[in-house]
């Protein structure tokens, strides 16, 4: 199975991600994990990402796009994967599109959680994160509007769009993610 998490910062695609990993036993691939790692760890990789992330901008594609290029040439991957935080615009979608043709993994299904923007800038204020703070937030929130929302058309066309209403019971959202899968 070959998923796609899409949703505004917030939505919860961590957390029902981390949830997919163990009902379906494949391995998540967080882009935003995967960025925090290289920060944390000072890479040269680290420090060219950082300055856009403290920001709440896009990191550059070529950064991105190599990082989950690596990710999906592991082993661990063969099953399917859950893709949490990538792509998060037009052009990575269709890199991704062409990345998995040509390992011939088309992706199965893209779940979207849908979460108003005013129970997002709650819950991110709560959650407290390095860039969780209320400038960046308002700057995520406007760069998932302008980059990001267009992917859901683009899966919609693709047939492989799934909207799940992403708030309620953790369990709940759960329930319905796996429904929809
Ligand atoms: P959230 O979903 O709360 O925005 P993430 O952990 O997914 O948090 O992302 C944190 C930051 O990492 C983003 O604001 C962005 O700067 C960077 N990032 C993550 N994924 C991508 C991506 N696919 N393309 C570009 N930048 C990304």
Redesign the pocket.
């Known amino acids: 199975m070959r998923i796609v998490l899409v949703g ?4 919860g ?2 957390t029902q991600g981390d949830k997919l990993v163990a009902h379906y036993g494949i391995p998540k691939i ?4 995967l ?2 790692a290289a920060v944390a760890a000072g890479t040269p990789l680290g420090k060219k ?1 950082k300055a ?2 403290d920001a ?6 070529d950064i ?1 796009v190599g990082m989950v290029q690596e990710r999906l040439a592991q082993p661990d991957t063969g099953n399917g994967f859950i893709l ?6 037009l052009a ?1 979608a269709e890199t991704l599109d062409r990345m998995l043709a040509g390992l011939k993994q088309p992706l199965d299904k893209v779940v979207h959680l849908d979460v108003d923007n005013e129970e997002i800038v709650k819950r ?1 204020l709560a959650r407290g ?1 390095a ?1 969780d703070n209320e400038a960046t937030i308002r700057n ?1 929130l406007e ?1 998932y509007a302008a980059q990001t929302r267009p992917l859901l058309d683009y899966y919609g066309k693709q047939k492989k769009l799934a909207t799940v209403k992403g708030v309620g019971g953790l369990e709940d959202i759960f329930r319905r993610i796996v429904t929809a899968l």
Not at 56 to 61: K, R
């Open positions: 505004a910062p917030g939505s695609k961590g967080s882009t935003g994990d960025l925090r990402a856009a992330m709440g901008q896009l990191v550059a594609d991105v949490d935080g990538f792509p998060r615009s990575q991110m994160r860039d995520r760069v």
